[in-house]
């Protein structure tokens, strides 16, 4: 088998990332198992329209870092034929998806969104003022992650790459190796190792990167300034601003995925129904009433 066939299997074979729960400044949204989609929160650009959705196989949500001149969104759906639908703010033309084809998972960041294409490279519209949508030369990338002024990308060979504001170092990536999945905040980013614990780099101002002691991390999730990881045994840490509540997460049980918003966390549940702390000025976290929202991996 030549490079060219054997890298085409393993990017087959790399289970794309799925998200079924996404969370963004205001608002949260679910993708519910019959491949339609749920959201609550702050709908002032119709970024929770989404109940004519269907087909959807993950959702994303365009995240803010919480300032007062700012918090306008967008919502973003990979489709089950590889096609992308969008909603909400798009004065950047973050939701000109429409010409999307082979897409295979989707990210959404300030006013932009981010497309990983089936063969390992990357599409990006919407705001590019600091290169973060400078991605046209990415390839052999297996996850993307945005940021509010920078993307990540994760190379099928557990290398990171990075481009945008690099201010905080937030892109200095460079020297990462068997990263598994990756996550990107504010003004930082995560990077999950194949061992089970967690790398960062960027603004550390409220200890959001203080995750050198994490052990045993399936999944990991960005909010604006906190970090959050998903435990083997079903348990939650997390560590960064606490002052909505988003940390409060000690005695959350059987929790198979993880969401961050600007301020707010989401956990998905075994049983197929959400739990949610932190800022709920416009309903965001307002999810206990959601069932049958789909599982990861399934």
Known sequence: MDYISLKEAMLKVKRWPKDTIAAGRRHTVGLKSDGTVTAVGDN?????????????????????????NT????????????????????????????????????AAGWRRTIGLKSDGTVVAVGRNNEGECNVSGWHDIVEVAAGDWHTIGLKLDGTVTAVGNNRYRQCNVSGWCDIVEVAAGYLHTIGLKSDGTVTAVGLNKHDQCDVSGW??????????????????????AAVGWNEHGQCNVSGWRDIVAVAAG????????????????????YGQCDVSGWRGIQLPGN
């Open 44 to 68: 002032k650009y119709g970024q929770c329209d989404v109940s004519g959705w269907c087909d959807i196989v993950a959702v994303a949500a365009g995240n803010v870092h919480m300032a007062t």
């Open 71 to 106: 918090g306008n969104a967008h919502t973003i759906g990979l489709k089950s034929d590889s096609t992308v639908a969008a909603l909400g703010w798009n004065k950047y033309d973050q939701c000109y998806v429409n010409d999307w084809r082979d897409i295979v998972a989707v």
């Open 215 to 236: 052990r045993g991390i399936v999944a990991i999730a960005a909010g604006s300034n906190h970090t959050i990881g998903l435990k083997s045994d079903g348990t939650v």
């Open 262 to 281: 600007c301020a707010h966390t989401l956990g998905l549940k075994s049983d197929g129904t959400v739990v949610a702390v932190g800022d709920n000025e």
